[in-house]
């Protein structure tokens, strides 16, 4: 099983840049096109930026232009680079297969508040 480990959260000012990480054991990570989710409180969690093995990314509306996601095969590693970070991207942030089949890690905690 592969798991899933997250990490690059804070806390972070208005307009400002995190890069999350995430870190996948196991060779298997290269066949799995690859997503970012975050959960606000009292929200349903949702899909922000996903990526395809070949490196094919899609983004929601709300982070397009913002968020830069990418991957590094070799490394099992998925990044997410947020930009303009605003108080609606406060959220514990997920990454997970796209659709989402592997078990959910703990997530990394992303505050935006002045």
């Known amino acids: 099983q592969v798991q899933l480990v997250e990490s690059g959260g804070g806390l972070v000012q208005p307009g400002g840049s995190l890069r999350l990480s995430c870190a996948a054991s196991?060779?298997?990570?290269?066949?799995?096109?690859m997503g970012w989710y975050r959960q606000a409180p009292g929200k349903e969690r949702e899909l922000v930026a996903a990526?395809?093995?070949?490196?094919?990314?899609n983004y929601a509306d709300s982070v397009k232009g913002r968020f830069t996601i990418s991957r590094d095969n070799a490394k099992n590693t998925v990044y997410l680079q947020m930009n303009s970070l605003k108080f609606e991207d406060t959220a514990v942030y997920y990454c997970?297969?796209?659709?989402?089949?592997?078990?959910w890690g703990q997530g990394t905690q992303v505050a935006v508040s002045s």
């Open positions: 196991g060779s298997i990570f290269r066949i799995y096109a």
């Open positions: 990526i395809t093995p070949g490196g094919i990314t």
């Open positions: 997970n297969a796209q659709p989402p089949g592997l078990r």
